[in-house]
């Protein structure tokens, strides 16, 4: 993994532009389909097997709040810019208190504000930047943070939801389930699924689900992180700027804090521009 990382990074690095041009396409393309593949595999396949009528109508209303809500804020992530450029004229001069904190970008030839940095996918300086993701083809910063922070917690639901599914389906076929330390390992062997009456395309599915957590649970690990101490990918255990949970929550989610879960449409206006900054009162 940490050599893919490496790569990425030196590709998008040398060749910026190609960089966007064939890795963004194909890692929507890949978040798409894999959402597609999931919901189809669970709605007509998996779920009809596990639930009775009504928790299976039950069901039908969870899997499709969580997958408007991983398409819905993947979208919002891709058309929310965290650029400079939304600033207002106003807000793109310093006070003379922050004048220090600010910083000339030679690329894009203008003034950046306090945790602003310059992105060579994007072409531009990017407020309270996190990081740039290719799964939403844009960068991750102030405006938009939100959006991402719910598209990986409900990509890790999805997951889990469906691996908890396939549990009940594996185990209503005759599955074995043996110490959750040799799960991953049986699995391959297929001893995992003793006296389990399923089919390879099933064991496979399942490997997936397992698989596909990873990635998503790892990022929304990060982000649990970054909301908690106001901080950034980059310097994630930075306290500067940490004003407490809960002002912490608005600054990224916006005045409604954590009742952006309910929609990537719920209207939560930011408390601030992001370019001025309070920093963490010393004691």
């Keep these: 993994m940490c050599y893919v990382n490496r790569f990425c990074h030196y590709f998008a690095n040398r060749y910026p532009k190609n960089f966007v041009r064939i890795v963004h396409p194909l890692s929507i393309v890949f978040v798409l389909c894999s959402t597609a593949f999931f919901f189809s595999l669970q709605m007509f396949y998996i779920a009809p097997k596990v639930f009775g009528d009504i928790a299976y109508k039950l069901y039908w209303i969870l899997v499709t709040f969580i997958t408007h809500n991983i398409l819905g804020n993947m979208l919002a992530c891709y058309m929310t810019?965290?650029?400079v450029n939304t600033l207002s004229k106003d807000s793109r001069c310093p006070n003379p208190e922050d004048e220090p904190l600010w910083?000339?970008?030679?690329?894009?030839?203008?003034?950046?504000?306090p945790?602003?940095?310059?992105?060579?996918?994007c072409n531009t300086c990017i407020l309270r930047r996190d990081h740039h993701c290719i799964f939403t083809g844009?960068?991750?910063?102030?405006?938009?943070?939100?959006?991402?922070?719910w598209f990986t917690f409900y990509l890790t639901l999805g997951l889990v939801t469906s691996f908890a599914t396939f549990c009940m389906f594996i185990l209503q076929n005759g599955g074995n389930f043996m110490s959750l330390s040799?799960?991953?390992?049986?699995?391959?062997?297929?001893?995992?699924?003793q006296n389990y009456t399923g089919n390879t395309f099933e064991t496979i599915a399942f490997l997936l689900n397992i698989s596909a957590s990873y990635m998503?649970?790892?990022?929304?690990?990060?982000?649990?992180?970054?909301?908690?101490?106001?901080?950034t990918y980059y310097n994630?255990?930075?306290?500067?700027?940490?004003?407490?949970?809960?002002?912490?929550?608005?600054?990224?989610?916006?005045?409604?804090?954590?009742?952006?879960?309910?929609?990537?449409?719920?209207?939560?206006?930011l408390p601030h521009d992001g370019a001025h900054w309070q920093m963490k009162q010393s004691h």
């Design 138 to 149: 844009t960068c991750i910063g102030h405006n938009n943070q939100r959006f991402f922070f």
């Design 236 to 269: 994630i255990f930075d306290c500067t700027y940490d004003l407490g949970f809960r002002k912490n929550c608005q600054t990224i989610m916006g005045q409604r804090g954590l009742w952006t879960f309910i929609s990537p449409l719920l209207k939560s206006p």
């Design 115 to 121: 945790r602003s940095w310059h992105c060579v996918l």
């Design 81 to 83: 810019s965290s650029s």
């Design 182 to 193: 040799s799960v991953i390992f049986n699995l391959i062997t297929r001893t995992f699924f």
């Design 216 to 231: 998503p649970a790892f990022m929304l690990a990060y982000q649990m992180q970054i909301l908690s101490q106001n901080s």
């Design 103 to 113: 910083h000339y970008c030679e690329s894009c030839k203008k003034l950046r504000s």
